[in-house]
């Protein structure tokens, strides 16, 4: 195993992963590699990193090359003050990326806030993207974030939480918690390990910056669904998630030629942590058909 996976806790269990590093921009980026086949990238939510996929990596690694990426600003990779984190740059760098590590096209799996930047990475080069697996996409038709959003990013309240950050991860660990369909499912080392990159300075600030365009990256979104209409498409929610509403999962697969819907009975907002041995089935057969 190359370089250090550092406090990526329960990764001991995966063999071959490399923890390797890109330039964006002048910007380090972090990202763990494993596997061999088609390329598959994983793109992690607002406030996750590469640890989310810690239970996915060694089984998807079986069919394919595994990228799973720290986007800028988040997990291990720098955070550059300044950094423009609406939906069209970040989908542009996710693009960039992609360049970096020659890898010419992939599918894509994004999960929430990195749902998004996956279909807006598809839309800007839809050649780059064979497939798309998105687990509970931040979209146009869930109304939760339109209304959180607008009230995080509000100059008070950014201040607020910016002042603070240095004690925030009791409360980042309580909204973790709330994520999940059944509490007890949380495995071990799974707070800690979401917690750790919260410790570095500029994580929340980074996560506000992303706030301050939700509503305007949604409709430039909602605009740009059309050009990507014709990539197969998987979905994947929990029946319990708070974060995105399941019931935007129907409005959402409408603007795909080819899509089908995975629900998980009893899951929240992270079903590849909650039911993985479930989700990694569902993944793995859905890369199995011919893109």
């Known amino acids: 195993m190359k370089g250090t996976l550092g406090l990526q806790t329960n990764l001991e269990s995966i063999h071959s992963v490399e923890e390797q590093w890109v330039s964006l921009d002048g910007v380090r980026v972090r990202y763990l590699r494993s596997g061999s086949g ?11 990193y590469s640890f989310s996929w810690r239970f996915a990596m060694p089984v998807l690694a079986q069919q394919a090359t595994v990228y799973a990426v720290d986007m800028p600003g988040a997990g291990f990779s720098d955070r550059r003050p300044g950094l423009d984190c609406r939906l069209h ?20 799996l994004g999960t929430s806030q990195g749902g998004a930047v996956a279909m807006m990475a598809a ?67 799974t707070l800690e390990g979401y917690s750790a990159p919260l410790r570095i300075p500029g994580a929340f600030g980074y996560g506000l910056s992303v706030t301050r365009s939700w509503n305007g990256d949604l409709r430039e979104l909602e605009s ?44 929240g907002h992270l079903p590849y942590e909650e039911v993985p041995e479930e989700f990694n089935r569902v993944v793995a057969e859905f890369l199995k058909q011919p893109s």
């Open 224 to 267: 740009a669904l059309p050009r990507i209409s014709h990539i197969p498409t998987l979905l994947l929610w929990g029946s319990k998630d708070l974060a995105v509403d399941p019931a935007s999962a129907a409005l959402l697969c409408r603007q795909f030629k080819d899509c089908r819907i995975e629900i998980f009975d009893g899951v």
């Open 38 to 48: 088609p390329p598959l990238l994983l793109l992690h939510g607002l406030l996750g």
């Open 89 to 108: 740059a970040s989908a542009e760098r996710l693009l960039r990326f992609l360049e970096a590590v020659e890898v010419e096209s992939c599918d894509l």
């Open 123 to 189: 839309a800007i080069a839809p050649q780059r993207v064979r497939r798309l697996i998105l687990v509970a996409p931040v979209n146009p038709w869930s109304q939760h974030g339109k209304r959180l959003a607008p009230f995080l990013s509000s100059a008070l309240v950014s201040a607020l939480i910016l002042r603070l950050a240095p004690f925030m991860e009791v409360a980042h660990d309580l909204a973790l918690r709330r994520l999940y369909g059944d509490r007890k499912r949380i495995r071990p080392g």
